[in-house]
């Protein structure tokens, strides 16, 4: 029974594997025989070479160092900040009360707007990128910081009570952990469309950064290199996800998981 | 000596429209005695629990802890609640030593505690485990051995054994008493089943319908170990069906009139 369900699973993963190829295949072939101009499709062995020529003129470390430090700064402060925030906002009397107004008021902006404004006040270097990171990042984490909080269990502040818990040890060892989960979904969301602010701001003024040299490649009509940073640019974000995932199981919520 | 005296307290529930829980409550709970509350659904007795444990403060009246003033919680009372509220995120031993935890006990000096106590309450094993792994009636053991080990002289429970089978509630109900002889507590037990009361306790009082006031409290002399099947014991029984049915005609006619 096992070994048949093992035997399925390697059969489907051929199968895709073999889609998947065939896919790029059918590509490479169309613009082979020019059926399609490679200024619009480049062939999949062209989109390789590119990544290779990427990495090997190491050009390209620069440009990733660059968007990976300006997401890891945004993103690291959006964290902290969004976390100390929300929970002030909750654990303070009346803070959320005296605070709502402003922060539904932010939260309403739609971030990109601000983009070109923030270019005025910032400059195109690092800063502006890290700030636009920021605002995509903190408020997401903020209201899920803060609904986290509020959805501790009633029952589980009476336990800490009974046994004369400090407000100290209750925030702690009884709110911050019980809401660990939900914090940890708005952690995983923002990442994502951190990892886009920091992009777009590249994309629409900047010197370097991923998503500089992509503008770049596409307005030179070098379309296998635009194909090849995209690809790039995926990795990057999936492994980004993969290591808030790995934190979140194997360090904070170990109880989840098992 | 560990024994409460509860004096002329009320309990009002401010809102909207205030609800008067508890009404002119007077009581005694005597030093080593088990003590069950019995009374139907929303009567006030959790709200009883609460503010014997010093987790509530009674709107009139007063409750004495050993002749002191109840004003909060207290170590000298643990409590166990009705769905074993542990925490998840916990391993079952982190669980129970909680309070020695926060107490400030070093961690070597606690697992010793744990150990004893997992294993008086039949855990023996499942330290590492975390509370989903575990059958509703072995968190509700974990629950109970998380409110001894920090050898309270009171242990009050709210309808622990509500949300387990029937089967496994008769196991928790002799395992309770085990322990209550074995550790010489005082025990106040919230329960709405009958004949839980009548195995149980030395004295049941039984409440009546909002507000909750006293209605009877009936002595239970039987000796231990008792028989579920003693006729004495389902004497007092229907003794207790019976007051409850007067109650609930007594209400109604409240209602009709
Ligand atoms: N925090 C609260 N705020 C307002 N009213 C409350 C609160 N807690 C309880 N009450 C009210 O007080 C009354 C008694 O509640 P309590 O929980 O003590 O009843 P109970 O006897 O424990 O009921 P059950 O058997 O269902 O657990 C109920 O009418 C309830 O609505
Ligand atoms: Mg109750």
Redesign the interface.
Known sequence: MKARKAKNKKMIWAGQTGLLLVILGICELLVRTETISSLYLPAPSQVFRELFKLFGDGEIWRHLYVTLAEFAVGYGLAAFGGLAVGMALVLIPWAEQFFRPYLSALMAIPKVTIVPLLALWLGIGITHKISIVFLFCFFTITVNTMTGIKQT?D??L????????TRY?TIM??IL??A?PTIFAGLRLSAATGLVGALFGEMLASKDGLGNILVKATSLYNTAQAFAIVALVTVVSVLIIALIDWLERSVF?K??S? | MAGFTVENVSKVYDGDLPTVSLQHINLEVRDGEFLCILGPSGCGKSTLLELLAGLQLPTEGEIRLDGAKVQGPSRSSGVVFQDASLYPWRTISQNVGLGLELGGMRKAERQALVDKYLSMVGLQGFGSKYPHHLSGGMRQRAGIARALVSSPNILLMDEPFGAVDHLTRLQLQNDLLRIWQEERKTVVFVTHDVSEAVFLADRVVLLSPRPGRIHHIFDVSQERPRKREDARLLKIQNDIYSAIYDVKTEADLEFTI
Not at chain 1, 158 to 165: G, S, Y
């Open positions: 269990a029952n589980h009476k336990v800490a009570k009974v046994f004369e818990a040890q060892k009884v952990p019980s660990a919520l109880w989840k098992s």
